[in-house]
Structures are given as C-alpha cells and as structure tokens.
C-alpha cells in the first residue's frame, strides 16, 4: 500500500510543557503530519490525547508507535486507520442542527442514533426506553433487556451518570425527561471523558428537541 493514510493516534502524555512537541517530532521523523489534536482527558500528571496524523506513505504503524514511546513518559493506547478525521466541535454542531431540525418525533430518534453512532466512530448505538429499541443504527451487541438493565445502573451510578466513568467500550446519556436512555458501543477503543461530556450534551439537546415535538412547536 502506497498511498497516504489517514490515522487517529491516542497517546498517554506526561502533563508538562514540550511533551506534545516531542511527541510530533517523533511522528514527523516517521513521514507523519499532525492535522488535528483533541484533549480527551487531563489529570494531575497526564494527558491522553488524541492525534489527527496524515501519513504521507503507509509504512509500518509499528514504527511510529515505537518512535512516539520514545519520548519519555509517553505510552500509545492505539493506533486507527480512518476514512475521515473526527472533527469534534464541528460534528457536535452538525448534529445539533440535524436534529433541530427534525420534523417529526421519529425522525428525530434516527437522525440522533445516526448522528452519534457517525460522530463517535461507533459500531452500533441505541435508544431505549426500557425494553424497548426505540431506534438503532449499526448491529447493536446487547440484547435489549441488557440494555435496560445498563440504563438502571447508568441511573443509579453517580459517576457514570455525570459521564466520569463507564465500561470502556459503551457510552451512555440519559434523556431524563423522556426516561430514554442513548447508547453507543465502539469494539477495541475506549471511551474517554470529553467524548462522554460530548455525547450527554447531545443527548440533552435530542430531549429538549423531543419535548418541543410532542407539543406541536
């Protein structure tokens, strides 16, 4: 393979000044350019970052990753090849408007479980009101009584009702004044923080734009 590729790098960074550069320098040294960096989470000594690289032969991934970990304190979690770059602010926009602009309460239910399975690399995502699938995108992996079961202890969890926490590979929001549930399962890469804060927002968006439907606005 020969042509460019497009690769999302998520890299466990120490929080302190020049890390970022270093790690950049090593990815250019290996034919890569930084197009986009989105801060996934920050703690009190490390960032995990994810970096937008445009590689600009294939090459191996194996090569960046070992060159990226040379940078002192720096770790790989995982290497992507994309057909398009997440462009964070710009999707949570866009889906922001698609689903003002539904003009009918189903409509609004696929165009949210589109957008967000679209916007978070998703495999499958789900909206559910207790049993029920009230609309999907993708092959959903859990049945919907699990799902229903995940939507009470996603309730009944503080830190992963404020989007702190969850199980790696499942997002979930609550769409309180529906008691509706969103979900979205991505196989093999984590979800982190700012994607969990992105996707409760979304949700919260989604059930006023449901509410206002159902009275005739």
Known sequence: MNDATSVLVRVWLPDRPGALGLVASRIGAVEGDIVGI????????????????????AGSREIMVREIEEVDGASVEEVRIVDRFPDPRLDALESAASLCAAESIEELHQILVGHIRAEFLGNWSALVIDASVLASSGDVAIEAGMLEALAAGTAASPMVADGSTGPDDLAVAALPKHAATMFVGRDGHPFRLRERLQLMALAGIADRAWELLANGH
């Not at 989105?38 to 032969?57: I, K, M, P």
């Open 38 to 57: 989105d801060v996934l989470e920050r703690g009190e000594s490390v960032a995990v970052d994810e970096c937008a690289v445009q590689r600009r032969s």
